[in-house]
């Protein structure tokens, strides 16, 4: 039997296109999966509700689609005429690719640093998420992790330490990555980076694939390179406090800490682009 669906490419895949040839499961998530390509390099099937994420294919009712096939780490996938054929131990999914249309224009940003700092620590301290929200806020638990960020920082500036936490933490993307993945988002899409933060981006993309996850490594690339993702911008350019509210609230759920870590970076970021301002 065959399940039939529908896959959006993210803007950076339409570009380039989805080679033809045999792909595999690496790993799965809640609510989806890795697909490894050919030459290197991962691809995330996702639900479509999360938006554009720049490596992945956004895919209607994904995890359901996904677990109804039994598809698994190791399952085979091929592409061809425009189609990801994935074959599970149930069943095989065909997901027909089609092109997201590049987003126009520059997003603006409305609410300032200071109203993004002030909602977003108040969140931090109402989850139950994220294990490094102490680097960000005293008000919030410090756990393990963070004591070990905190010795692995040693008092220095945020630029000069991030790529020192990278693989810290647990997760299928470690906290450490996570925060620095939220700190460069931020930074390159709100800020004016110095050649400080330029360095601790460089330094970063030189040694990661050494201390942390493959997973991870893409969100830092594409991070790094300016790519937008749905989810984060919604934070970053939220429209009214309101809406920042609801982005924050959404982020939040992304991964067991991952949102959470993510948005500790991202405060970070804010923060010392307040401090420039200043």
């Known amino acids: 039997m065959t399940t039939k669906a529908q896959g959006v490419l993210s803007f950076e895949l339409s570009e380039s296109g989805l080679p033809s040839g045999n792909y595999?499961?690496?790993?799965?998530?809640?609510?989806?999966?890795?697909?490894?390509?050919?030459?290197?390099?991962?691809?995330?099937?996702?639900?479509?509700?999360?938006?554009?994420?720049?490596?992945g294919i956004a895919v209607s009712d994904c995890e359901n689609v996904l677990k109804s096939a039994d598809i698994k780490e190791s399952s085979k996938a091929s592409v061809s005429d425009g189609k990801l054929l994935v074959s599970g131990r149930a069943s095989e999914v065909e997901i027909?690719?089609?092109?997201?249309?590049?987003?126009?224009?520059?997003?603006?940003?409305?609410?300032?640093?200071?109203e993004f700092i002030k909602v977003a620590e108040e969140k931090l301290h109402f989850s139950h998420n994220g294990v490094l929200k102490n680097?960000?806020?005293?008000?919030?638990?410090e756990t393990a992790y963070c004591i070990t960020?905190?010795?692995?920082?040693?008092?220095?500036?945020?630029?000069?330490?991030l790529a020192d936490i990278l693989g810290l933490g647990p997760g299928l993307t470690p906290s450490g990555d996570d925060l620095a993945c939220g700190y460069i988002y931020y930074t390159l899409r709100c800020g004016k980076p110095?050649?400080?933060?330029?360095?601790?981006?460089?330094?970063?993309?030189?040694?990661?694939?050494?201390?942390?996850?493959?997973?991870?490594?893409?969100?830092?690339?594409?991070?790094?390179?300016?790519?937008?993702?749905t989810l984060?911008?919604?934070?970053?350019?939220?429209?009214?406090?309101e809406a920042l509210e609801k982005a924050i609230d959404r982020l939040l759920m992304m991964g067991s800490n991952s949102g959470a870590d993510v948005l500790c970076g991202m405060l970070l970021a804010a923060k010392q682009?307040?401090?420039?301002?200043?």
């Open 273 to 278: 682009i307040l401090r420039e301002r200043l």
């Open 149 to 161: 960020a905190k010795k692995l920082i040693n008092g220095r500036d945020i630029q000069d330490a």
């Open 232 to 241: 984060f911008d919604s934070v970053c350019f939220a429209k009214d406090k």
């Open 135 to 141: 680097l960000v806020s005293d008000d919030c638990p």
């Open 24 to 55: 595999r499961i690496a790993g799965s998530f809640s609510k989806g999966a890795y697909l490894e390509k050919p030459g290197g390099g991962l691809i995330m099937l996702h639900d479509d509700h999360w938006g554009n994420i720049p490596f």
């Open 96 to 114: 027909s690719l089609a092109s997201r249309e590049k987003a126009l224009g520059k997003s603006q940003k409305s609410c300032g640093e200071e």
């Open 194 to 229: 110095d050649e400080k933060t330029k360095l601790c981006i460089k330094r970063i993309l030189e040694i990661m694939r050494k201390l942390t996850t493959a997973v991870s490594c893409e969100f830092l690339s594409a991070a790094a390179s300016g790519a937008k993702v």
